[in-house]
């Protein structure tokens, strides 16, 4: 499918935004395409998912010439062993063209805060953070912990977490934001 797009398409550079597809970086190397690979995630630590065929050909395939991996973290980027020649690691988000970069609402925050962002799905490991949090928290009670991520009240995963919060009595610690609009302001001040 992904060939026979880009082949009618032709596109000066392709972008893959997530780790588990590997479609677009095979059909770009065969039409001698630069591909950009975004590789957000471990996959098989994340996710418990086993990499078909292999994680050695996965290694393999992000090696390939005409593709660069950017890797969320230094711990992604050690994971596939990637290249430190075409490779990068970047740790912040990426901030469009058109928006403002303006003072930060962080900056004005009455307590300094680690910052989740993402989705309330179990696979995202909020649980594994809440719990870790929970030990931090014992000795640093002044450290707040912010969670940028849309929920509903219903659902299991957000439940499981609010009962860890509230069994380790970290409710005055642990702000459940909702979905935010402003996320890079969030990270400037985390």
């Known amino acids: 499918v992904f060939y026979s797009i880009f082949r009618k398409q032709r596109p000066d550079i392709v972008h893959t935004n997530t780790s588990v597809l590997t479609g677009p970086v095979l059909a770009s190397c065969l039409l001698n395409i630069p591909h950009v690979w975004h590789i957000r995630e471990y996959i098989d630590k994340d996710f418990g998912f086993r990499i078909i065929p292999s994680m050695s050909l996965m290694r393999l395939i992000m090696k390939m ?77 002044t450290v707040h912990l912010n969670i940028a991520a849309g929920y509903d009240e219903n659902n299991a995963n957000y439940k499981k977490c609010l009962k860890i919060v509230v069994d380790n009595n970290i409710e005055a610690q642990v702000h459940f934001l909702g979905f935010c609009k402003d996320v890079a302001s969030l990270m400037r001040g985390a």
């Open 65 to 141: 010439k005409r593709t660069c991996c950017v890797a969320i973290t230094r711990g992604v980027f050690q994971h596939f062993r990637l290249c430190d020649r075409k490779d990068v690691v970047i740790y912040d988000g990426v901030i469009g063209r058109n928006e403002k970069v303006g003072e930060c609402l962080g900056s004005h925050s009455p307590y300094k805060y680690f910052l989740f962002v993402g989705n309330m799905m179990k696979a995202k490991g909020l649980d594994v953070l809440l719990e870790q949090f929970a030990l931090f928290a014992e000795s640093h009670p």
